[in-house]
């Protein structure tokens, strides 16, 4: 397949992502045909650029270096699956799988959006052709991926080695599912606008949207925290590095946007704020990519420089806020459902509290991450915001979050009674303070270690108390289990996702505070001490990969003459690229890893050659990643929900009495 052909069905997709905007946009009222059409060119669009994404990828399986993309991004010694990666791991080629997302997004409106009015379904794919046909244009005019070389080169200089991992494969297209998932909540927030209907209709076809973009997020930043951790080498996970934080405001974004389009849509509350957290959500996207793709902030992950580039970005950004913030200045007070009314002890108050942390921790995560670009922009001064900053403002805000979660579930829409709640969790909490307490004691743990060891155990506990609750245990098995199997998937999902929070918390807290890490520098045959055990580097070996030489090294650890592990970290070196990486030896323990890097080899005093070993024990590491994959697991099964709300809020029925114990789900 050429990339001509996929050059020119990029340029014919552009130009239907231009009528599919204005035919959806302006003349969806003009009937069903209309309605159809707008469809039919998403649909069509959509088909153009996946024909356009197919011709890229297949110019990189060939090894077709006549394409510039290619010849500066992959090599003929590639395997297989890294050519294929090879087509996003550039700004060009994730620039077309970020249009090819776009233009999916509206095509599975058109196929799959039958609950939709029909007018307001045309809108939404309207206005979701006018973010394809901005992200195609930027890619047509500013970041080409189908321009030729002429004469070809022999062969290309290689994908750039840290991102020749599975892990990191994966990584771009699940964040991009992300980032333009939100574009079609974007989308949804201002076709309702435009109809002047942001009811509990409106929210319910929110919702799922929303949650899949939140769903794509969490699986692709618990991909790339994985591949930093086994893939860098210095031991850790999340560094709040700015491309780390780009990733990170959009999915708070998205998680508060789906916990207010819940309450929009079961109690017509909230609904002005899921409009507003849908617009900002997808703003932070497109910040997101202009912090990796600029270059405008130095990180460890920016693979692509181009300052030229990112202002554009930035203009599209600011054409986004600008319609979207625009739009509900004028259209705000137009919405047909008027908002229900609410007590300020009730779960519609919860969710506001809830939303009001998680802004704040976003603009927290906002300010310290572009706060260096602002200040260069000032007076030419460069700094870096760090971990320490990080841990003093967004540490405290979440923790008051993770406080009130379990309770936010047990209070009852519209009105509730808090003591009775409070008192029912009373042993709960007494026994997360020992959980903390004894972690402070027996384990010398810092004191933010044991405040988050027991915020761990009170989301997880909180939680499975709630889930006791909703099935009446007190009213013995038989009704408890059918209980539980009538609760909805969205229920079921939300007590995944919970306990995926605290589980992660707790991995995140005892692994942060409590790691033990030593350097050392070990000759074949050598030992050293380290925390009660012993580090022998037994061998050292060559060898070669696929386009790779390396280095690989065997560690064995052992406590009390036992062997605990036996390790095979590596060094390997690229050749086309120039470029060494880093293979860690991990060797698990329960829920927690020994885990040694291979360093740079050196000749002592004595002329013994030794190498440089990283060690660490890393407690609990694996509940971090635990955590990261039951929050994602729960909005699957949140996803699944097929019950269908349409019409009057829930507010309208008849409501649960304040003194209930357990409220309504």
């Known amino acids: 397949m050429s990339v001509e052909l996929g050059h020119f069905a990029a340029i014919l997709a552009f130009a239907l992502a231009l009528a599919q905007a204005g035919l959806g946009i302006f003349a969806a009222r003009r009937g069903a045909g209309a309605q159809a059409g707008v469809s039919r060119l998403a649909e069509a669009a959509f088909l153009l650029v996946a024909v356009a994404f197919a011709s890229l990828a297949a110019a990189y399986i060939r090894s077709d270096f006549s394409v510039a993309n290619v010849a500066a991004n992959s090599h003929v010694a590639k ?185 929009a849509e079961k109690r017509g509350a909230l609904a002005q704020s899921t409009v507003l957290l849908a617009i900002t959500g997808f703003c932070l996207s497109i910040l997101g990519t202009f912090l990796v793709r600029s270059g405008a902030i130095t990180s460890v992950h920016a693979f692509a420089l181009d300052p030229e580039r990112g202002l554009v970005l930035l203009g599209l950004m600011a054409v986004a806020a600008i319609a979207g913030f625009g739009l509900y200045a004028w259209r705000s007070g137009n919405n047909d459902a008027p908002p229900a009314p609410f007590a300020i002890v009730s779960r519609e108050s919860a969710l506001i509290v809830n939303n009001l942390f998680l802004g ?133 999902g939300m007590t995944l996702a919970h306990i995926g929070a605290g589980v992660f918390l707790l991995g995140a807290t005892i692994e942060t505070g409590m790691r033990l890490e030593a350097t050392i520098s070990l000759g074949i045959g050598e030992s050293a001490a380290f925390y009660g055990r ?76 030794r190498w440089t070993l990283r060690v660490y024990w890393n407690p609990l590491i694996d509940l971090v990643f635990w955590g990261v994959g039951l929050m994602a697991l729960g909005g699957l099964v949140s996803l699944t929900e097929r019950r269908l709300r349409i019409g009057a809020p829930a507010g309208r029925r008849k409501s649960a009495p304040a003194s209930a114990p357990v409220a309504a789900e």
């Open 79 to 263: 395997p297989l699956l890294y050519k294929i990666a090879g087509t996003w791991g550039n700004h060009e080629g994730s620039m077309l799988l970020w249009c090819l997302i776009a233009a999916g997004f509206a095509a599975c409106a058109a196929w799959f959006g039958g609950s939709m009015s029909p007018s307001l379904r045309a809108r939404a794919i309207g206005v979701q052709g006018a973010v394809s046909a901005l992200s195609l244009g930027y890619m047509l005019f500013t970041s080409n991926p189908f321009a030729r070389l002429n004469p070809a080169p022999g062969s290309g200089a290689d994908l750039n080695p840290l991102l020749q991992d599975p892990a990191l494969a994966f990584h771009p297209p699940f964040l991009y599912l992300g980032y333009v998932g939100l574009s079609f909540a974007y989308s949804l927030a201002l076709a309702g606008m435009i109809e002047g209907r942001t009811d509990a209709a409106w929210a319910r076809q929110m919702r799922p949207w929303a949650l899949a973009a939140w769903i794509f997020l969490s699986i692709g930043i618990g991909l790339g925290a994985y591949w930093a951790y086994y893939e860098l080498g210095w031991g850790g996970w999340w560094f709040w590095d700015p491309v780390e934080n780009a990733s990170f405001m959009p999915w708070l974004a998205a998680l508060a946007l789906i916990h207010s389009a819940s309450a």
């Open 360 to 492: 704040v921790a976003a603009a927290t995560v906002l300010f310290g991450t572009i706060y260096p670009l602002i200040l260069e922009a000032v007076n030419g001064g460069q700094i870096s915001v760090g971990p320490p900053y990080f841990n003093a403002t967004f540490a405290p805000l979440m923790s008051m979050a993770f406080l009130a979660l379990p309770v936010a579930p047990l209070l009852a829409w519209k009105r509730a009674a808090l003591a009775p709640i409070l008192q029912q969790l009373s042993v709960l909490a007494a026994l997360c303070l020992a959980i903390g307490a004894l972690t402070l004691a027996a384990f010398g743990a810092p004191i933010w270690t044991a405040i988050g060891a027991g915020l761990g155990a009170w989301l997880v506990l909180g939680t499975l108390y709630e889930l006791l609750q909703r099935g009446n245990w007190r009213a013995g098995p038989g009704v408890f289990w059918r209980r539980l199997r009538a609760r909805p998937a969205s229920a079921w």
């Open 534 to 609: 012993s580090v022998r580097l037994e061998a050292v070996e060559q060898g070669s990969g696929p386009n790779y030489a390396l280095e690989r090294g065997t560690v064995t650890i052992e406590k009390d003459q036992r062997v605990l592990a036996q390790l095979k970290p590596e060094r390997r070196f690229y050749p086309v690229a120039g470029m060494p990486t880093s293979e860690v030896g991990i060797g698990n323990r329960g829920f927690s890893d020994l885990y040694v890097a291979l360093g740079e080899p050196n000749a002592g005093a004595d002329g013994v050659r």
